[in-house]
């Protein structure tokens, strides 16, 4: 693995996620990166219980849940994404696990531009 990669994981242990700065409890943990090395996935534990992350050098550990409402995705609400477990290689394309607002678990597909 690269350093610059590895450097990531060290830097996503000590940040706060979501526009709220939510403090994530416990350790994250990376699940995938982009092909550029520049995006990461994964979860953190807020006070919520586990939420599926972004994170980029620019802005940080971000929701996953609040970058969809952002963007006008209305349907994401309700839907607790509990992790983010693989991205694309030009990372814009996130898959994770959820559960859905009936309560079920799920598997998700987000496409962020």
Same mark, same amino acid.
């Given at each position: 693995?690269?350093?610059?990669?590895?450097?990531?994981?060290?830097?996503?242990?000590?940040?706060?996620?979501?526009?709220?700065?939510?403090?994530?409890?416990?350790?994250?943990? #990376?699940?995938?990166? *982009? %092909? $550029? +090395?520049?995006? @990461?996935? /994964?979860? =953190? !534990?807020?006070?919520? &219980?586990?939420?599926?992350?972004?994170?980029?050098?620019?802005?940080?550990?971000?929701?996953?849940?609040?970058?969809?409402?952002?963007?006008?995705?209305?349907?994401?609400?309700?839907?607790?994404?509990?992790? #983010?477990?693989?991205? *694309? %290689? $030009? +990372?814009?394309? @996130?898959? /994770?696990? =959820? !559960?859905?607002?009936? &309560?079920?678990?799920?598997?998700?597909?987000?496409?962020?531009?």
């Amino acid at each position: 693995m690269p350093l610059r990669r590895a450097g990531l994981w060290v830097i996503l242990l000590d940040i706060e996620s979501g526009p709220q700065r939510q403090p994530v409890h416990g350790r994250p943990g #990376a699940f995938d990166v *982009s %092909a $550029s +090395g520049e995006t @990461v996935v /994964g979860f =953190g !534990t807020t006070a919520q &219980g586990p939420e599926a992350f972004l994170w980029t050098a620019t802005r940080g550990m971000r929701r996953i849940l609040d970058l969809l409402l952002e963007m006008g995705v209305h349907e994401a609400r309700g839907w607790t994404l509990s992790e #983010a477990t693989a991205i *694309s %290689a $030009s +990372g814009h394309v @996130v898959i /994770g696990n =959820g !559960t859905n607002p009936s &309560g079920q678990r799920e598997g998700w597909m987000a496409v962020l531009r």
